[in-house]
């Protein structure tokens, strides 16, 4: 099946500095990506819709200059969390459709997620 | 409201034995009904997607079923394994806010003991 890989797995960071999660599709074209954020024993809270070529989609309640959104080739999406501080630390995913035949659904791969750690 | 609501939210069983997650959704319109594994600090991986017209899909261990009329689907895994143990989302691909979404149940923790 499709791949999608994120990059770093984790990372520890100081409160105050930025940091750059990289979610690729390894074979598969995708136009659309989605950034989600889980806390422990929580289910995944959809942040943002990274859009290839145009400004992010924000959910309700999320900083969009906080969580800075880049969507620059079709296999590649960026969330940087800026000035990041202890209450961002927390499990960050990302998703990519890969889209479906004539009447079939699209699949939704998963990247395996980034632990970020802010101290 | 868009719900997707799960049960149990956690669940202990021994290996080999068989179990039948929850899940009830009030989204509407429906497009499809999807059931993934997420193995403790991994991304969710995809079981069962299931549309509106589907009544039972099967993955392996793993069958999936779907009322759509009652807006309820389950997963029942048959002769458990310890590496069943992992979290269990039902994500219901709905019509919100005039886009659609995938709209994410809370998830039931599953673990399997020996």
């Known amino acids: 099946g499709a791949v999608v890989s994120q990059h770093p797995s984790r990372v520890i960071c100081k409160s105050g500095t930025s940091v750059k999660i990289e979610c690729r599709s390894l074979?598969?074209?995708?136009?659309?990506m989605f950034w989600y954020r889980q806390f422990p024993k929580q289910s995944l809270m959809l942040m943002a819709t990274?859009?290839?070529?145009?400004?992010?989609?924000?959910e309700q309640g999320v900083e969009k200059d906080k969580f800075l959104i880049n969507h620059a080739s079709l296999t590649l999406s960026t969330l940087t969390v800026t000035s990041a501080h202890p209450e961002d630390s927390s499990f960050y995913i990302c998703s990519a459709p890969q889209r479906g035949g004539q009447g079939l659904a699209d699949t939704q791969y998963f990247g395996p997620g980034t632990r970020l750690t802010v101290l | 409201k868009n719900q997707v609501e799960q049960s149990p939210q956690s669940l202990i069983i021994l290996e080999g034995k068989n179990c039948t997650l929850q899940?009830?959704?009030?989204?509407?319109?429906?497009?499809?009904l999807r059931w993934y594994k997420q193995d403790t600090g991994r991304g969710p991986v995809s079981l069962t997607i299931m549309t509106f017209s589907e009544n039972t899909k099967s993955n392996g261990r793993y069958t999936a079923t779907l009322d759509a009329d009652t807006k309820q689907s389950s997963l029942h895994i048959t002769a458990s394994q310890l590496s069943d143990s992992a979290s269990y989302i039902c994500?219901?691909?709905?019509?919100?806010?005039?886009?659609?979404?995938?709209?994410f149940g809370t998830g039931t923790r599953l673990k399997v003991l020996a």
């Open positions: 990274s859009n290839e070529g145009s400004k992010a989609t924000y």
């Open positions: 074979d598969f074209q995708a136009t659309t």
């Open positions: 899940c009830n959704y009030t989204v509407s319109p429906f497009s499809n």
């Open positions: 994500v219901v691909r709905g019509f919100t806010s005039g886009t659609y979404k995938y709209i």
